[in-house]
T-cell receptor, first 116, second 114 residues
Framework: AQTVTQSQPEMSVQEAETVTLSCTYD???????LFWYKQPPSRQMILVIR??????QNATENRFSVNFQKAAKSFSLKISDSQLGDAAMYFC?????????????FGKGITLSVRP | NAGVTQTPKFQVLKTGQSMTLQCAQD?????MSWYRQDPGMGLRLIHY???????DQGEVPNGYNVSRSTTEDFPLRLLSAAPSQTSVYFC?????????????FGSGTRLTVV
């Protein structure tokens, strides 16, 4: 079974600075998808970024980018120019590519605070 | 607005009571699932469905039932509520079984069992 590990329960960053959130996963498969979700205090789950395992290029969405290291099974999220609105819980998630068992497996999450 | 609609947003139950959490999506998504979120535990899968008439158990299915009679609806039933079921529940759906698509989540239901 796939597992997703987020070992840092909390992190803090100064506004306008850069922060990196870590995530590792365990799988025996070569093809899969990885996601970062943001959960602000409103509780809504928001998709931040996705990475396809067969792509070597790291995904980027505006101020959010990932460092995908397939051999190391590592998938970190970098937030540049941090803003107060980035304060939230962030979840890393794994999904198999296809089939009935293509469910989303989540890490335990990390709470990010942004200092003004 | 297109999306996943969950009701109710908040609920308090007494131990032993039963209730149904409603979930509806209007995006014609095949894949629907229920998660529970507990502090320090992330989101854990309760049940999921890959299409109307097809459901299966996830990681923590005990105490919950589901059915999927239509593509749009995927209700979660608590048979006899227990304090251990106090949690935030999320319904989520996906366009297809293909992993490229992340999930669209409902806004969640905070359930307290006393």
């Amino acid at each position: 079974a796939q597992t997703v590990t987020q070992s840092q329960p909390e992190m803090s960053v100064q506004e306008a600075e850069t922060v990196t959130l870590s995530c590792t996963y365990d799988t025996s498969e070569s093809d899969y998808y990885l996601f970062w979700y943001k959960q602000p205090p409103s509780r809504q789950m928001i998709l931040v970024i996705r990475q396809e395992a067969y792509k070597q290029q790291n995904a980027t969405e505006n101020r959010f980018s990932v460092n995908f290291q397939k051999a190391a099974k590592s998938f970190s999220l970098k937030i540049s120019d941090s803003q107060l609105g980035d304060a939230a819980m962030y979840f890393c998630a794994y999904r198999r590519p296809t089939g009935a068992n293509s469910k989303l497996t989540f890490g335990k999450g990390i709470t990010l605070s942004v200092r003004p | 607005n297109a999306g996943v609609t969950q009701t109710p947003k908040f609920q308090v139950l007494k131990t032993g009571q039963s209730m149904t959490l409603q979930c509806a999506q209007d995006m014609n998504h095949e894949y629907m699932s229920w998660y529970r979120q507990d502090p320090g535990m992330g989101l854990r899968l309760i049940h999921y469905s890959v299409g109307a008439g097809i459901t299966d158990q996830g990681e923590v299915p005990n105490g919950y039932n589901v059915s999927r009679s239509t593509t749009e609806d995927f209700p979660l039933r608590l048979l006899s509520a227990a304090p251990s079921q106090t949690s935030v529940y999320f319904c989520a759906s996906s366009y297809s079984r293909q992993g490229y698509y992340g999930y669209t989540f409902g806004s969640g239901t905070r359930l307290t069992v006393v």
